[in-house]
């Protein structure tokens, strides 16, 4: 298995093979979910697992202009590939998710390195759930990027989008009308976080959760702008 490995990397790590290699492996089940997903964004994952798994040497994974691993496209830099980032006329939305993408992105390869060292199911289940929120989050902010330079216009389909369009909606407030707004707020979060304590509807845990951080980033910006 390890020759087909490193004869997979100087063939030049197809992403579609490699997925074929990661399961012959036996990597996780939510690992082969989420590389079959998308193969290529992934590729670089699957060498690090598989050159750590046949203990193949570490230049394989680190120096990727090496002949025994060399791609058939060279990758973009990330501004280079989203050139419109760099113009004053891009939206701040977008800036803002090219920003969060890395943190995001950063998270979820950490989380997957974090996967095999999971102890209990239960931490393996709250491991997994940042994994897939990281993953998801950061699959929109790809959708949002692509959309927008292929059409030139915003997609709009992440909560970003929303939490923009409640700041512009703060800034039009007075003092007054923001003093209320956080009142309201704090019984918001009071309220959610009362039924998450009961716990006696675990179905709707998710909805409340999401709404609390949601919450509680309108009630921090409220605070700066009071401030």
Request: glycine share 4%; aromatic share 10%; with cysteine.
């Amino acid at each position: 298995m390890r020759d087909k490995v490193i004869e997979w990397l100087r063939n030049g790590a197809n992403a579609q093979e490699g997925a074929h290699l990661m399961k012959q492996a036996g990597a996780r089940p939510l690992t082969l979910r989420l590389i079959n997903a998308n193969p290529p964004a992934n590729k670089r994952m699957m060498v690090r697992f598989l050159c750590e798994k046949y203990a193949i040497e570490d230049n394989y994974t680190l120096n990727w202009q090496a002949p025994e691993i060399t791609f058939q496209a060279k990758i973009k830099p990330f501004r280079e590939e989203f050139s419109f980032l760099n113009s004053d006329s891009c939206p701040v939305e977008l800036e803002a998710l090219a920003s969060r993408k890395f943190g995001r992105y950063h998270t979820y390869t950490t989380m997957h390195r974090n996967l095999r060292d999971c102890t209990s199911l239960e931490e393996c289940a709250k491991v997994s759930k940042e994994l897939i929120d990281n993953y998801i989050e950061n699959r929109l902010i790809w959708d949002e990027l692509n959309y927008y330079q292929k059409h030139g216009e915003l997609l709009g389909k992440h909560p970003i989008f929303i939490e923009f369009s409640r700041r512009k909606e703060l800034l039009s407030l007075s003092v007054k009308e923001l003093i209320f707004r956080q009142q309201k707020i704090e019984n918001n979060i009071w309220r959610i976080n009362n039924e998450l304590k009961k716990g006696n509807k675990p179905h709707l845990e998710l909805e409340r959760k999401e709404r609390l951080l949601s919450y509680e980033a309108e009630l921090k910006e409220v605070k700066r702008l009071l401030e």
